[in-house]
T-cell receptor, first 111, second 111 residues
Framework: QKEVEQDPGPLSVPEGAIVSLNCTYS??????FMWYRQYSRKGPELLMY????GNKEDGRFTAQVDKSSKYISLFIRDSQPSDSATYLC???????????FGTGTSLTVIP | DAGVIQSPRHEVTEMGQEVTLRCKPI?????LFWYRQTMMRGLELLIY????????DSGMPEDRFSAKMPNASFSTLKIQPSEPRDSAVYFC?????????FGAGTRLSVL
């Protein structure tokens, strides 16, 4: 079993829609969770960073962690064409030396 | 800071040739990671360094791959001899605390 599993999509939504991106992870000891956004032909860039359970909001983006079900989510409100990208979830080992990335979900927001 | 700098951005070579990819991490970051990204397998960790010392190279696919970090501001990933199946995007990332910062990647095509 991979440390992080992510539905690859692709996902296509109309502009203004609410988008939900999801991942599951295998190790209940993981504490730090991240969402990276990767535009075409670019490197991944950090979008959201959360610690332990709960929600974190940043503008139109909300990251949610449910440790009881080992489930992490990213919600995008009022999606825009500029949100079209691949979104990768990630977590990190407790030693801080090993990152585990999901395979990424490709999102297209249609104007 | 200019971020993580990788060169070249694109590399096209013929099977059997030696390929050298370069990376300059963000100043002050003590950890450096090399990844390979393909559509099929997503981001795969090849090797990472901590304070210029290779810590885990278990992701290096075979002996044709080698990586060095002679000082805190420079790392190379070498493939010799290259094969068509090595075609991918190679990313370098440096880490501070629990966040990884990626370069723009090197798109390698081996014909």
């Amino acid at each position: 079993q991979k440390e992080v599993e992510q539905d690859p999509g692709p996902l296509s939504v109309p502009e203004g829609a609410i988008v939900s991106l999801n991942c599951t992870y295998s190790n209940s000891a993981f504490q730090y969770f991240m969402w990276y956004r990767q535009y075409s032909r670019k490197g991944p860039e950090l979008l959201m960073y959360t610690y332990s359970s709960g929600n974190k909001e940043d503008g139109r983006f909300t990251a949610q962690v449910d440790k009881s079900s080992k489930y992490i989510s990213l919600f995008i409100r009022d999606s825009q064409p500029s949100d079209s990208a691949t979104y990768l979830c990630a977590t990190i080992s407790n030693t801080g030396n090993q990152f585990y990335f999901g395979t990424g979900t490709s999102l297209t927001v249609i104007p | 800071d200019a971020g993580v700098i990788q060169s070249p951005r694109h590399e096209v070579t013929e099977m059997g040739q030696e390929v050298t990819l370069r990376c300059k991490p963000i100043s002050g970051h003590n950890s450096l990671f090399w990844y390979r990204q393909t559509m099929m397998r997503g981001l795969e960790l090849l090797i990472y360094f901590n304070n210029n010392v290779p810590i885990d190279d278990s992701g290096m696919p075979e002996d044709r791959f080698s990586a060095k970090m002679p000082n805190a501001s420079f790392s190379t990933l070498k493939i010799q001899p290259s094969e068509p199946r090595d075609s991918a995007v190679y990313f370098c990332a440096s880490q501070q605390k629990n966040i990884q910062y990626f370069g723009a990647g090197t798109r390698l095509s081996v014909l």
